[in-house]
């Protein structure tokens, strides 16, 4: 009988507690629980110069830095409630499975079979793929690289991009991928691959006196913010920051501060919608 | 069911299954040179350890310090990207063959040198004793005798060795694991893809250190 009395009581107290949390928040489960940490908990890039670059020991800085730091803002009301994680191609998925991170913004470009896996929020930056090659290979375009080998990141989107252009045109490409971006660079100076390439911004960071960078360009690659599926309040957030830091030229201003290309926002909304509308017809079809 | 290991992402992994099949394939055949320039390369440092000449030895030893207290990745990355400025360039099939052989041939010289020990040094004079040269008795009586001691932990350096192709990965060596991290990164399906992968090297590795542990069993009865 006392065992039972406890049982009740219990279960009252978990109501009553239940019903004051629900009619305090009004925010999402999501959003609720990143202001009970009090902190938002990001990944980034720290080698990517401009984007998430991190000196040896150092604090992190770029434009996804700084739109991280936005967000914390936003959600918990001080840009330095964000705890940087520095994460690679291979780490960013699992890490925001597992739950370890709530956002991962490491130029990780939207594509309609990614948006399967994770969800994005709509691009905050577009970057087309370059090629970067040895000044003394004599390499002047897309076309003396029939028959070579590019080397290309893992988890890339380089390689589809590269392939596709290169039937197009007839040529037959080798790649080869590689984990990081110094070891692509690494490759490039052994003779390994003919060319580096990865999203332009990149490759500004690996530019000196032997290298060039090639005029060719290719697909447009938008970065957006990768979220585990189901956090539609945490999307929902980002995704109207983003178009609100679009409207009053934060967005632009980032761009220039952190010296990349001005970004054309009406082609950028024009490719993102054809890559959700892809995404659709991926999801029906499977 | 969302997540890593959603029967859409199971799916699509048997779709591609080839592709990794393809990279499986590329890993038994590394492993299989590697393993025999390895079994070469062990019986003849550990002979040499085993022999008289001072400075053959000491070049032995100088050998196995170095493969052994240096980690394989960065002997591999000296062979992918340092040897082509001096000019030597070879293909990743190669580069693992070699780099493996060296590495575990460090090891399995320590091996052979103490299952030539083992063996009762009454039996390399008895040998010698009938008229066979130092090389006849080796070969003929010693080294005979020297395989059952030495099997068991041979084949736990065949099963490290398999293992350790894995690293050909950092320099797109187009094996099983860097098929794994190119299909998983393509596709951002890591889940399946690494469970088959483990699987795959399981197939392997799981055999070879059963028959190890049966050799062993067997040469403690023997004994």
């Known amino acids: 009988m006392k065992k039972l009395w406890m049982i009740s009581l219990a279960l009252v107290l978990a109501l009553t507690l239940g019903l004051s949390v629900t009619a305090v928040a009004e925010d999402a489960p999501d959003i609720a629980a990143i202001k009970a940490r009090g902190k938002l908990l990001v990944g980034v890039k720290a080698d990517v110069p401009s984007f998430g670059y991190q000196e040896l020991g150092g604090e992190f800085e770029g434009l996804e830095i700084d739109l991280a730091k936005l967000l914390a803002a936003e959600i918990l009301g001080d840009e330095s409630a964000v705890e940087f994680t520095a994460v690679t191609a291979k780490t960013r998925g699992p890490l925001l499975d597992t739950g370890e991170l709530d956002m991962v913004i490491a130029t990780f470009t939207v594509k309609p079979d990614r948006l399967l896996q994770y969800d994005f929020s709509k691009p905050y930056y577009v970057d087309a793929i370059g090629l970067l090659v040895k000044k003394a290979d004599g390499i002047t375009g897309f076309a003396d690289l029939n028959g070579k080998t590019i080397g290309v990141a893992q988890s890339a989107t380089t390689k589809d991009a590269l392939t596709a252009a290169a039937e197009g045109a007839g040529y037959n490409l080798e790649f080869a991928e590689f984990p990081t971006y110094p070891d692509i660079k690494a490759a490039l100076d052994s003779g390994r691959v003919a060319c580096f390439s990865v999203d332009k911004a990149i490759l500004m960071g690996y530019l000196d006196e032997t290298v060039e960078l090639l005029p060719d360009s290719f697909a447009s690659q938008p970065y957006g913010v990768a979220l585990k599926k189901g956090n539609a309040g945490l999307l929902k957030l980002v995704d109207d920051k983003i178009a609100a830091i679009r409207t009053d030229g934060t967005a632009d201003g980032l761009v220039s501060k952190w010296n990349l290309p001005a970004v054309d926002w009406a082609e950028v909304d024009a490719y993102g919608a054809s890559i959700w509308a892809e995404a659709e017809e991926l999801a029906k079809a499977q | 069911m969302n997540g890593p290991f959603s029967w859409r992402n199971w799916l699509t992994w048997f779709q591609d299954w080839q592709y990794f099949l393809q990279g499986f394939g590329r890993t038994l055949w590394i492993s299989f040179l590697g393993l025999f320039f390895t079994l070469l390369i062990g019986v003849a440092v550990g002979l040499v350890l085993c022999g008289k000449s001072r400075a053959l030895k000491r070049l032995c030893k100088a050998y196995m310090s170095f493969f052994q207290n240096t980690p394989l990745v960065i002997q591999v990355f000296i062979y992918y990207n340092m040897l082509p400025k001096l000019g030597i360039m070879m293909g990743t099939v ?124 067997r040469s403690l009865k023997d004994a």
Request: glycine residues 8%; neutral net charge; aromatic residues 8%.
């Open chain 2, 94 to 217: 190669t580069i693992g063959v070699v780099s493996l052989a060296l590495y575990t041939g460090a090891y399995a010289a320590d091996i052979v040198a103490s299952a030539i020990r083992a063996v009762p040094l009454g039996q390399m004079e008895a040998a010698q004793s009938q008229g066979f040269s130092y090389m006849q008795s080796m070969m003929r009586v010693v080294l005979p005798q020297a395989v059952k001691v030495g099997l068991p932990p041979m084949t736990n350096q065949a099963v490290n060795l398999i293992k350790n192709s894995s690293v050909m990965a950092v320099v797109a060596g187009g094996e099983l694991m860097y098929c794994t991290d190119s299909w998983s990164g393509n596709n951002l399906i890591y889940g399946p893809a690494f469970v088959m992968t483990g699987i795959l090297y399981l197939i392997i590795c799981l055999p070879t250190s059963m028959l190890a542990r049966h050799l062993e069993k």
